[in-house]
């Protein structure tokens, strides 16, 4: 495991989380739909990389966070059990929005950037947990 890599993915996650929200400010629904996805999937990607030593290949958020993740951490496992079907359209809407396929109400993708919001927050709290663990 590189502790640079994933400080890397982290700061990248909470970087698109940002342009994400500004997007959004901007009205740019489908780009903040694209960063919201990039904001989990990055940030995962490198809470992995510290708890697990590696992360897979995938954009699929429900795979990163179920197969990898819930195994280590138990508030991963509830944030599925609340929010997994919204993680799933997330991740169908990426592709959607990765492609210019379809336009994006606000409320829509508002929602999905509070959604990277709360994903990111459980998620450092799982780090948190593993590292006093």
């Not at 698109?16 to 959004?24: P, R, V």
């Not at 929010?83 to 993708?109: M, P, Q, V, W």
């Amino acid at each position: 495991m590189s502790q640079r890599e994933s400080e890397n993915l982290k700061r990248r996650g909470r970087a698109f989380l940002e342009l994400a929200e500004y997007s959004l400010s901007r009205g740019f629904h489908d780009m903040a739909v694209f960063h919201a996805h990039q904001a989990i999937e990055l940030f995962v990607k490198g809470v992995l990389l510290e708890v697990v030593g590696t992360y897979p290949r995938t954009h699929d958020l429900i795979e990163l966070l179920d197969d990898w993740l819930s195994e280590k951490c138990g508030l991963i496992s509830k944030l599925l059990d609340e929010k997994g079907e919204r993680i799933e359209h997330l991740t169908d809407a990426y592709f959607s929005s990765k492609y210019g396929e379809r336009n994006f109400r606000r409320e829509l993708a508002s929602s999905f950037v509070e959604l990277a919001r709360e994903v990111i927050r459980v998620a450092s709290l799982c780090e948190e947990e593993d590292r006093e663990g």
